[in-house]
């Protein structure tokens, strides 16, 4: 278990960029609150710090289980991944298309290269 397979690689990849958008989604909700363009402070501010945990913890489970070929980083990544499912039938339902469609493919993508032979056998060995 030495050497990462591409479909890990891969996998982490996608798991880090999820992790990064919603971090980023999640601060740019804390800044304009901080500036005062919130219509529910507490709301905000809710929505601010899910995000950024939400990213953060999607770097982690990137970083310190899928690229260290740890075996908990697979199902937090394979739950990300059927999270967004719906999330993205929402945003295309809601013709938010440009949204909607990168979402499910970054899903799909994150999906077959978690449950990919090669991760699996990098994850859990000959067993």
């Keep these: 278990m030495s050497k990462r397979p591409l479909s890990l690689v891969v996998a982490a990849i996608v798991v880090a960029l999820e992790g990064l958008v919603a971090l980023g989604l999640g601060l740019f909700v804390g ?21 950024m945990l939400i990213g953060a913890g999607l770097l982690w489970v990137a970083w310190g289980g899928l690229l260290r070929m740890e075996r908990w980083g697979r199902s937090p990544g394979v739950l990300a991944q059927i999270f967004l ?26 999906l077959v290269a978690l449950l990919a032979p090669p991760t699996t056998h990098a994850l859990y060995g000959e067993d």
């Excluded at 609150?33 to 809710?46: F, I, K, S």
């Excluded at 909607?100 to 799909?108: K, N, T």
């Design 85 to 110: 499912l719906p999330v993205a039938w929402t945003l295309i339902q809601a013709d938010q298309l440009l949204l909607g469609i990168p979402v499910i493919v970054a899903a799909l993508i994150g």
């Design 31 to 51: 800044v304009e609150t901080a500036r005062g363009d919130a219509e529910n402070l507490t709301a905000a501010l809710a929505e601010a710090a899910f995000g």
